[in-house]
């Protein structure tokens, strides 16, 4: 009498299931290593381990694929970080040049800014004492 067939893993398809992956408990004989022309020997087994030798995709085996994937997206990172310092020191340098053309220091322009303050009030003051002498001086003269 042949058991039902049971996976070898399972996972949880509803989550990220690479993170859910899990090994089923099976003992040695319920694992299917035999070919189906020989019961009792390793034909199966023989030819899952020959898989990690032989190109299956493309011209690279499994561990070559990841690997040169790990790779890619390893220099595709370094190089990302490369761009976006160069981006930052562009920034930095065309900031730089725009202080050095419009020539403004904010701190200057305050200092100016209080300059005018106190001139605008020095120049109120000066008109009110204008306008109390001349008050002042057109009461002196007699009404004829």
């Given at each position: ?8 893993f ?12 899990t090994?089923?408990?099976l003992t040695?004989?319920q ?7 020989s ?6 087994a023989?030819a899952l381990t020959q898989m990690?030798n ?23 990172v ?19 040049e725009?202080s ?27 008109v ?7 008050t002042?001086?057109?009461?002196m003269?007699?009404?004829?």
């Amino acid at each position: 009498m042949t058991e039902p067939a049971q996976a070898l893993f399972s996972y949880d398809s509803a989550t990220n299931a690479a993170s859910t992956i899990t090994v089923n408990s099976l003992t040695p004989d319920q694992i299917a290593a035999a070919s189906a022309g020989s019961p009792g020997g390793n034909g199966n087994a023989v030819a899952l381990t020959q898989m990690a030798n032989t190109p299956q995709i493309g011209e690279f085996t499994f561990t070559q694929f990841y690997g040169n994937l790990g790779s890619q997206v390893g220099n595709d990172v370094a190089a990302a970080q490369q761009d976006q310092t160069q981006a930052q020191s562009q920034l930095t340098q065309a900031q730089a040049e725009r202080s050095q053309v419009s020539g403004v220091s904010l701190n200057e322009e305050a200092i100016r800014l209080l300059q005018f303050q106190q001139a605008y009030d020095a120049v109120g003051k000066l008109v009110g004492v204008l306008n109390s002498l001349t008050t002042t001086l057109l009461n002196m003269v007699p009404v004829a």
